[in-house]
């Protein structure tokens, strides 16, 4: 719904915006023409349109040929001007890169190639939101490319369609706007935001076959390491460890065998307020599979309906990670 605060002028422009945008087809790659690119006088052009005019007719009116010099010349150069400002952006590629995913409240960064075709640079480009002010400004050099990065903040988990986007130029004497909308058909997947205080790690749950209760260390976080002995193997050092704590530890890998560490939604706990509840469980388990990350420790995690089987990795982060931003 439209924010009932925003100025009448500024509510128009949105949906003017909008309907624009519904009517663009998405693409990730797109070459600027004369049907995408368009042209507008800016303020300043304006006043040089009325200066030439008032010039013209004072040097009509008094029958100054340096004035009739004087007014035609600067209508050239603002001739010129204005194609050489759509020249800029016309035959210009763009292409978008694949988002990486982000966590909510986190910024993600969209990647933008231009690519130049033409001998000749082009100057003074630059990308932004469609209906926001915070523009990225770039040159592309002759037969070149050149990358913008523009910020994006998602305010919901899952996987979201990304903004319309535009670019423009006033190159090379601000006296015409150029400009294109762009509608990206690519979409970023965003995770929960993680619960900054988080509890412990829950137990990890006898395996299959194991008859021993679930251990847990004084902090009471699933550990699965024990002290170094004589003889492991390099490959069973859990060296991230090593690095905190300043001693020599091993993974368990009997204890693994007995042991599962699952994140279940189940084990989150309580929250007020049921509208709330799920957007905070998930949250406590995102940090709960972060911290089961870091400590390179075996994990599975279960939602109901889904379960993804005890592993460790980058990939089986980000597999948990997705699993909890698409439920």
């Not at 070149?144 to 305010?155: C, K, L, Q, R």
């Not at 006898?206 to 021993?212: I, K």
Request: glycine fraction near 8%.
């Amino acid at each position: 719904m439209p924010n009932p605060l925003l100025h009448p002028v500024q509510h128009v422009r949105a949906r003017i915006n909008r309907f624009w945008v519904g009517r663009l087809k998405p693409a990730d790659s797109t070459t600027l023409t004369q049907h995408n690119v368009y042209i507008l006088p800016t303020r300043p052009g304006w006043m040089l349109g009325l200066t030439l005019l008032v010039l013209l007719i004072a040097s009509i009116n008094y029958q100054l040929n340096l004035g009739y010099v004087l007014t035609f010349l600067l209508a050239g150069c603002a001739v010129v001007g204005m194609h050489v400002c759509h020249g800029t952006l016309r035959g210009l590629s763009m292409h978008l890169l694949t988002p990486e995913p982000t966590f909510v409240g986190s910024a993600a960064l969209l990647t933008v190639q231009l690519q130049n075709p033409r001998k000749t640079p082009r100057y003074g480009i630059g990308l932004a939101l469609l209906g926001t002010q915070q523009w990225s400004w770039t040159n592309v050099e002759a037969q070149g490319s050149a990358s913008v990065h523009i910020a994006v903040h998602p305010d919901k988990r899952g996987l979201q369609d990304l903004p319309a986007l535009t670019a423009e130029t006033h190159f090379p004497l601000g006296t015409f706007r150029v400009w294109t909308v762009w509608r990206p058909a690519a979409r970023l997947l965003v995770y929960p935001a993680a619960e900054r205080q988080a509890p412990p790690l829950p137990p990890g749950a006898p395996s299959a076959g194991g008859t021993a209760t679930a251990q847990r260390q004084a902090s009471g976080e699933f550990d699965g390491v024990r002290a170094y002995r004589r003889g492991d193997a390099l490959k069973t050092v859990v060296w991230k460890k090593v690095a905190k704590a300043g001693q020599l530890v091993s993974r368990d890998t009997q204890q693994a065998q007995r042991f599962e560490l699952w994140l279940d939604l189940q084990q989150t706990g309580h929250f007020a307020g049921s509208a709330a509840s799920l957007e905070h469980k998930l949250s406590r388990l995102c940090a709960w599979v972060l911290a089961a990350h870091r400590q390179d420790l075996r994990y599975g995690l279960r939602l109901p309906g889904q379960d993804i089987a005890p592993d460790s990795g980058e990939a089986h982060k980000r597999a948990c990670l997705t699993a909890l931003a698409l439920y």
